[in-house]
Structure formats: structure tokens, C-alpha cells
């Protein structure tokens, strides 16, 4: 399977971007079977979750992000979004997709820098 994230970018603090996750090489039914997450990986540090979404909807944010960021699925459970407020420079890393629980191969995520 080939998770690929996307809408990344350059974006001052305060402001709003909002990640896209989809799959490749895979079922069509992946985001339906399986709890899945947003990670991110900030310069120097490990990679940490930031937003779970299990395949019953429920949420679950850490705490750094919690009532910032949301994470959803569109309603054919194909894409999966991190709509991102209130942008902070520490938000600041490569943002990837994956399972929540044991994570597929990497993608190559997608960069997000916030400038202060």
C-alpha cells in the first residue's frame, strides 16, 4: 500500500492549511477498515501522532494540537484531511498519513512550515 499526503506548504502563524491523504496499491474500502492517523516529524525530533480517526469516526487529538487541528474522512471514505488552524511555528515538520495502530511503509509526507 502507498499512502501519499499532500497540501503542505509555507504559511505564516495564525494561519490555516488543510493535508489530503490518500492510497495507492490498495482496496479501495483501506480508510474503512482501518483507525488511521496524522504523524508528524519536526526537525531534530521523532516522529509523534498528532490525529487518530477510527473506522468509527471517533477522534482523538494530542494535546499540543487539540482544538486546532481536525481530522476527518470524506463521506466515500476515499481521502483523508487535517484541516489545520491557528498555525504555530512549532507545527512546523513533515506531516505523513498512516495506520494508527502498526503503520504500512512510509510515504514521503508533505512539508509544513510556519513562519513566525
Known amino acids: 500500500v502507498q499512502l501519499q499526503a499532500s497540501g503542505g506548504g509555507l504559511v505564516q502563524a495564525g494561519g490555516s492549511l488543510r493535508l489530503s491523504c490518500r492510497t495507492s496499491?490498495?482496496?479501495?474500502?483501506?480508510?474503512?477498515?482501518?483507525?488511521m492517523a496524522w504523524y508528524r516529524q519536526a526537525p531534530g525530533k521523532q516522529r509523534e501522532s498528532v490525529a487518530i480517526?477510527?473506522?468509527?469516526?471517533?477522534?482523538n487529538y494530542a494535546d499540543s494540537v487539540k482544538g486546532r487541528f481536525t481530522v476527518s474522512m470524506d463521506s466515500a471514505k476515499i481521502t483523508m484531511y487535517l484541516q489545520m488552524n491557528s498555525l504555530k511555528p512549532e507545527d512546523t515538520g513533515v506531516y505523513y498519513c498512516?495506520?494508527?495502530?502498526?503503520?504500512?511503509?512510509w510515504g514521503q509526507g508533505t512539508q509544513v512550515t510556519v513562519s513566525s
Open positions: 498512516n495506520t494508527a495502530w502498526r503503520p504500512e511503509p
Open positions: 480517526i477510527t473506522v468509527a469516526d471517533r477522534t
Open positions: 496499491g490498495t482496496s479501495a474500502q483501506f480508510f474503512s477498515i482501518n483507525d
